[in-house]
């Protein structure tokens, strides 16, 4: 299924070898100031007697063989079409918080998708239904099957889920005309619609374990219905989706396809790409510490990285090649949930083949974009890890890391038995076959570059949670955030 470009790896080296020779001695102004900033770091460049300039000269061979531009953000509206539409962003805004939306009354987008946590999960495993309306550390209730990713950039994705399971067949979020693959039910006939995104808003209403829970009967669309209904017995909601729809200012329904257009338009304004490494791509040396450019040069180079957590072309410098490989993660299995998990013993996910019905899919996740990582409280496809640094040192050699592996830093019921690892290993992808042998400071600078130099500072906690609604339309509570 996957090709690694090992060809792209090679050309890099070489270039890389290239330019640091011409780059010797060139040591700007700006390089000396960042030599003297007291950020307190010893890189293992330096250490082996190289320069900043060599970092610097390194680190810019890589970024424009790749064609990264820092300049992502910025390509939104063009790409739409259009102007992102702020006042109904607003509503989806209010969508996105109020539970009105959740079947089940006790659930909604932000229990998952926090903007605590980049709007993403702020538990290891989504708790969806039946849980105890908090959300952070202190959220119980049965667990699902995975954790909710970041929301933040999904404008930019090409394909959604830990398996891909939505996809746009142009590649591109913004094409619709080839059609967007979702399993069935709904298959292909979402593609009418503008964006993956609007697309993809069709889907959670309709998950009962998420939000929608047991009580009304029927298929996806009855669910649907049953949001809208509630909708249409809001006064406050009906006079806002009148000011952005004009069929509901004349007096018609509010319908489903304008719930998915407003909480699409939100997520269209949760684009946080302008993180250190953008800004140094568009020419502010200063922007990454030294230590970040020395984790940067492994990111791009020698450690590997960027062969899947990939830049170019479609992923939109969004860190992912939006494809599925097996990582090797170790199994983690609620003891308290409401998914049936696969395999014999009901205590595994085989990811991939989840769609594609096809062994060789076995535990196959798509690659982890990696923009503003930090702000996720656990990491990998069932938050296996609490720290990212325990996250990375396993990823870089998953065979060793497997024999001292350990949930103990989990929430209780996730704590064990865990699934059978050993079967997830025999499938590790070639690629993350051969660990890649790095010296402690070399890891931490790593470690550095993808915890800081890939962070957006607007996507911080104190920033989002301003976008939580002081008063929900509907009148009911809303969630507690714990912050
Ligand atoms: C019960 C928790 C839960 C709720 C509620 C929930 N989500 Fe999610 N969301 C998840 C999980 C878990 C995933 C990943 C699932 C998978 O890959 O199998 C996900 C994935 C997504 C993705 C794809 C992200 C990516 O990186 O591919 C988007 C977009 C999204 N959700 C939007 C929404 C919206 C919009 C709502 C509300 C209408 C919502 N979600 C409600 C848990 C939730
Ligand atoms: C073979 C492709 C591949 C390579 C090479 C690779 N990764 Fe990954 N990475 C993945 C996949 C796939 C996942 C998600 C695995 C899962 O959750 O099951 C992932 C997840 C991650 C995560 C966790 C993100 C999250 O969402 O929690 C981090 C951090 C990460 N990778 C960093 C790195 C770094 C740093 C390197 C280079 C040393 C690297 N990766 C090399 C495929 C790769």
Not at 429 to 443: H, K, S, Y
Request: aromatic share 8%.
């Amino acid at each position: 299924m996957h090709r690694p470009p090992k060809s792209v790896q090679r050309r890099l080296s070489l270039l890389l070898v290239s330019v640091a020779s011409l780059t010797l001695g060139a040591c700007s102004d700006a390089d000396r100031g960042h030599v003297l900033a007291p950020d307190g770091v010893t890189s293992a460049t330096t250490r082996t007697g190289a320069r900043d300039g060599d970092l610097d000269g390194a680190l810019r061979a890589y970024l424009t063989t790749l064609g990264f531009t820092g300049r992502v953000a910025s390509t939104l509206e063009t790409r739409l079409g259009r102007r992102v539409d702020r006042q109904l962003a607003d509503l989806g805004r209010e969508l996105w918080f109020d539970p009105i939306q959740g079947l089940n009354d006790d659930n909604t987008c932000a229990g998952c998708h926090s903007p605590t946590n980049g709007f993403g999960d702020t538990q290891p495993i989504a708790i969806g239904i039946d849980n105890n309306g908090v959300v952070g550390p202190g959220r119980t209730g049965p667990r699902n099957q995975r954790r909710s990713p970041m929301v933040i950039n999904t404008a930019f994705y090409p394909t959604l889920m830990w398996n891909s399971r939505f996809h746009a067949s142009s590649g591109d979020p913004f094409d619709n005309r080839q059609g967007f693959v979702f399993p069935a039910p709904e298959g292909t006939s979402l593609s009418y619609l503008p964006h993956l995104l609007t697309a993809q808003a069709f889907i959670p209403p309709t998950e009962r374990v998420e939000a929608a829970g047991f009580h009304v009967p029927g298929g996806n669309d009855d669910l649907r219905r049953a949001v809208v209904r509630r909708l249409n017995e809001s006064s406050e909601y009906r006079q806002r989706f009148a000011r952005s729809f004009p069929h509901v200012k004349r007096g018609a329904p509010i319908a489903f396809d304008d719930v998915a257009r407003a909480i699409a338009e939100f997520e269209l304004t949760l684009v946080f790409a302008d993180a250190p490494i953008d800004r140094y791509a568009r020419g502010h040396e200063n922007a990454l510490s030294r230590r970040e450019k020395a984790g940067a040069v492994l990111f791009f180079g020698r450690a590997g990285c960027v062969t899947c957590h990939a830049v170019s072309g479609a992923s939109s410098e969004m860190f992912s090649d939006f494809r599925q490989h097996v990582a090797g993660i170790p199994q983690i299995a609620p003891s308290l949930g409401n998914v049936t998990f696969d395999g014999p013993g009901l205590n595994e996910d085989f990811g991939l083949e989840q769609v594609t019905g096809s062994p060789a899919d076995r535990y196959a996740f798509r690659t982890s974009p990696l923009r503003n990582v930090a702000l996720q409280p656990a990491f990998m496809h069932n938050g296996a890890f609490t720290r990212l640094e325990d996250a990375i040192r396993y990823h870089l050699d998953a065979v060793s890391g497997a024999a001292s592996f350990t949930p103990d830093r989990l929430p209780v019921d996730l704590r064990g038995p865990l699934g059978p690892l050993q079967p997830v290993l025999d499938r590790l992808d070639a690629l993350l076959r051969t660990p890649v042998t790095l010296t402690a400071d070399e890891i931490e600078s790593l470690i550095a570059f993808v915890r800081d130099g890939l962070l957006d500072p607007d996507a911080r906690p104190e920033r989002l949670q301003r976008l939580i609604p002081e008063k929900l339309p509907s009148g009911r509570p809303g969630l507690v955030f714990q912050r």
